[in-house]
Every structure is written in C-alpha cells, then in structure tokens.
C-alpha cells in the first residue's frame, strides 16, 4: 500500500494529497484495485483503514475545491465593491502607507488584491480604504 500510505498516511507528507486531485475517478479506482490486487496475501491491509483513507483523500479535495471557489467569489465581490467607487472620493492609505485623498478614477487587481486608481495616478487597496467622502 506504499502508494496510498504516501498519500494520506500519518508521518508522510500530505503534499502529494493534491496529486491525488489529479487523478480522474477511473485511474483513482485503478489505483485503488491494482493495490489490493498486489498486496501481500499473508499481511493483507485493512480494509477499514484503506476506506478511511479514500474518504479523507476525497473530504481535503472538496475543502480545496470550496476553498478556490469561496477565495474567487470573494475576489469578484469585492472588485464589483471597488468598481462602485468610481466616480467618489475617497480617503485611506496608499501603497507606500501615505495617507491619501482622493476621486476614484478606475479599479485594478494588485498583487494584495483590488486595487483603486485615484485620478492622480495614486494606487490604493481596497483593504486600505478607510472613509468613503463623497458620492456620486
């Protein structure tokens, strides 16, 4: 069972556990079967264990997947928030740490997400917004 042990067995890396993502539901099980095809007849794995793991394996995949869909939502949502700033003033701090005043003129994604373009060429996250002064 070295392959599935590598997967999701205690004191292994679970760094591999994204590779099992990898596989298609087909090759999974082909794994899964050529394992106990080969495994030794008079050591035989324990069937419990084997299942445990298979669900583990499939519980940490769909936590990923919720995980990237959860961390894209969010993102859109708040680059939809910054894009109904555009036209306002707004105060907060820039990408330097200045304080800064300003008209939003357009929203970008930045390497620490949205990202709202002042009309002075000023960049300021979204995340560093902390008053908004005037609306359209």
């Given amino acids: 069972m070295s392959t599935l042990s590598s997967i999701g067995a205690p004191g292994f890396s679970n760094t591999t556990a994204s590779g099992a993502g990898q596989l298609s539901s087909d090759q999974f099980f082909k794994l899964i079967f050529s394992e106990l095809t080969n495994q030794d007849p008079l050591k035989p794995n324990d069937t419990n264990a084997l299942l445990t793991q298979i669900a583990n394996i499939q519980s940490i995949q769909s936590d ?71 609306t359209k």
């Avoid at 969010?74 to 300003?102: F, P, Y």
């Avoid at 373009?117 to 902390?130: A, E, F, I, K, Y």
């Fill in 64 to 134: 990923t997947n919720l995980v990237d869909k959860l961390g894209s939502l969010v993102g859109q949502n708040e680059l939809s928030a910054g894009a109904g700033l555009i036209g306002n003033a707004i105060s907060g701090l820039d990408e330097n740490s200045q304080r800064v005043t300003g008209t939003v003129d357009s929203v970008s994604r930045g390497k620490s997400g949205v990202v709202l373009n002042l009309q002075d060429g000023t960049r300021v996250p979204m995340s560093s917004v902390d008053r908004v002064l005037a």
